[in-house]
């Protein structure tokens, strides 16, 4: 076929084209080497290996929001209480927001909030919080509790997904 003008009709290649058929076959020396396929979604495995490792660093994320937003919400006095559970938030759910964006990456980040929580279990006897802010010594330990499960499981998920595709097995599920 041609074009309008009489010349033959060509695809961006440079390939012929009949209009009437739509886009032909590559022809010379690239059409029998198929380019392999490179999956840059997060589809399958893929997909499986990096929300396994977000969704519990995604609620470490809450956490320390809420450790934040705790010493205004359960009235906790100024002093060692306040401070620690904002300081300790702000960190851990800094610590949890670059998780959440590099699941797959970083995971030493996941031990550190891990060692936060086990900090916020201790630091209400450590600081001496029964006697000043009771509020915050349930609030802390359960807080600490989750922190230390799911950074833990964060971490244990993709250095296992690391191992499985360093033997070049699927992730786990």
Do not use: C
């Amino acid at each position: 076929m041609t074009t309008p003008g009489g010349t033959p009709a060509n695809d961006r290649a440079g390939h012929p084209v009949d209009p009437a058929l739509g886009a032909q076959p590559k022809t010379g020396p690239r059409a029998s080497t198929a380019e392999p396929a490179v999956d840059r979604t997060m589809t399958g495995a893929r997909a499986r290996d990096g929300f396994a490792a977000t969704l519990p660093s995604g609620l470490v994320l809450l956490a320390g929001v809420w450790l934040i937003i705790a010493p205004f919400a359960l009235g906790y006095p100024t002093g060692s209480p306040f401070w620690n559970d904002i300081v300790v938030g702000g960190v851990v759910a800094a610590l949890a927001l670059v998780r959440v964006a590099l699941p797959r990456s970083v995971a030493w980040l996941s031990l550190v909030n891990a060692a936060l929580g086990f900090w916020l279990i201790a630091a209400p006897f450590a600081l001496g919080h029964p006697d000043t802010a009771p509020a915050s010594v349930g609030n802390d330990v359960v807080v600490g509790v989750l922190i230390v499960v799911l950074s833990g499981t964060s971490a244990l998920l993709t250095f296992a997904a690391r191992a499985d595709r360093a033997r070049g097995e699927a992730p786990a599920r």
